[in-house]
């Protein structure tokens, strides 16, 4: 269902793409927005578990609207890259998924998995409970569902 990837030579291991969904804070989402027309969110995520977690308004918006209308989705995500010295290239690994949204409706699991991104991304877990008792009636929590993951390193030469 999914195709091979063209430049097999350069596969990242399935473990290789878990690290980088990890350890990188940002990814752009791709969905099937207005019109049929591709719609890329960039966005902050955490993977747990083997599914990628993102969060935002209850409020309707473009994303929201696209994701109940259609819920097959793509992410990627590419790491920082290292620029060879005195060369014009960077040499990066990247990850593309392909899966399926929801959204998470259980009060105890978005808490949870909310605290797992805030605590990715804030200085202290207070912080991120403080911020989740304040938001959290206010908070779409979205899970990507992986069915396929690949993910190759670019080396320029």
Same mark, same amino acid.
């Given at each position: 269902?999914?195709?091979?990837?063209?430049?097999?030579?350069?596969?990242?291991?399935?473990?290789?793409?878990? *690290?980088?969904?990890?350890?990188?804070?940002?990814?752009?989402?791709?969905?099937?927005?207005? &019109?049929?027309?591709?719609?890329?969110?960039?966005?902050?995520?955490?993977?747990? &578990?083997?599914?990628?977690?993102?969060?935002? #308004?209850?409020? =309707?918006?473009?994303?929201?609207?696209?994701?109940?209308?259609? &819920?097959?989705?793509?992410?990627?995500?590419?790491?920082?890259?290292?620029?060879?010295? =005195?060369?014009?290239?960077?040499?990066?690994?990247?990850?593309?998924?392909?899966?399926?949204?929801? #959204?998470?409706?259980?009060?105890? &699991?978005?808490?949870?998995?909310?605290?797992? %991104?805030?605590?990715?991304?804030?200085?202290?877990?207070?912080?991120?409970?403080?911020?989740? *008792?304040? %938001?959290?009636? %206010?908070?779409?929590?979205?899970?990507?569902?992986?069915?396929?993951?690949?993910?190759?390193?670019?080396?320029?030469?």
């Amino acid at each position: 269902m999914f195709r091979k990837m063209r430049r097999a030579k350069q596969a990242l291991s399935e473990e290789e793409c878990v *690290d980088i969904l990890i350890n990188e804070p940002h990814g752009v989402l791709a969905v099937l927005g207005d &019109d049929e027309y591709p719609y890329a969110i960039p966005l902050s995520h955490v993977y747990i &578990d083997g599914k990628i977690y993102f969060h935002g #308004t209850i409020k =309707n918006s473009h994303k929201k609207d696209a994701i109940r209308k259609h &819920d097959k989705v793509s992410f990627c995500v590419i790491d920082k890259g290292i620029k060879a010295e =005195n060369e014009w290239w960077y040499t990066f690994k990247s990850v593309v998924v392909f899966g399926r949204m929801k #959204t998470i409706d259980d009060v105890e &699991d978005k808490i949870n998995k909310l605290s797992h %991104l805030g605590n990715k991304f804030f200085p202290s877990e207070e912080e991120t409970k403080s911020e989740i *008792d304040r %938001l959290l009636n %206010l908070t779409e929590l979205y899970e990507l569902k992986i069915e396929h993951i690949s993910g190759k390193i670019v080396e320029e030469k």
